[in-house]
């Protein structure tokens, strides 16, 4: 099992610092894209793999899954994650909060 927990922190930080993205991986800014607003699956891929398009690490998979299962009940966890940060008035402290909350509860189970 990967720890996750600093993958939460990065990407709560990746989500302050450059703020939300919705409908998008990350925005269509003229920024380099690790500074560009991302979504919350983005922040994560970006925090584990140092880019928000990249999900070919198990350590996403395990972050995505954990973050789902607290935030929304249901099948898909990418699908449900992205429904879940798209919400209208969602905001990117929100975001932040719920991703350091989930920091604190993985690093609970030692992950």
Avoid at 18 to 34: F, I, T, W
Avoid at 47 to 73: D, K, M, Q
Avoid at 79 to 93: K, V
Wanted: glycine share 6%; proline share 6%; with cysteine.
């Amino acid at each position: 099992m990967n720890k996750i927990s600093p993958v939460f922190r990065e990407a709560a930080r990746l989500i302050e610092s450059n703020g939300l993205a919705k409908e998008a991986m990350y925005s269509s800014d003229d920024l380099p894209v690790m500074q560009r607003p991302m979504c919350t699956v983005g922040a994560l891929r970006a925090a584990a793999t140092g880019h928000p398009l990249n999900c070919r690490s198990v350590t996403v998979a395990e972050a995505v899954y954990f973050l789902a299962r607290t935030i929304s009940p249901g099948k898909d966890p990418m699908l449900r994650l992205m429904r879940w940060s798209d919400i209208p008035g969602r905001t990117a402290q929100d975001v932040a909060t719920a991703l350091r909350k989930a920091a604190q509860d993985a690093e609970a189970e030692g992950r």
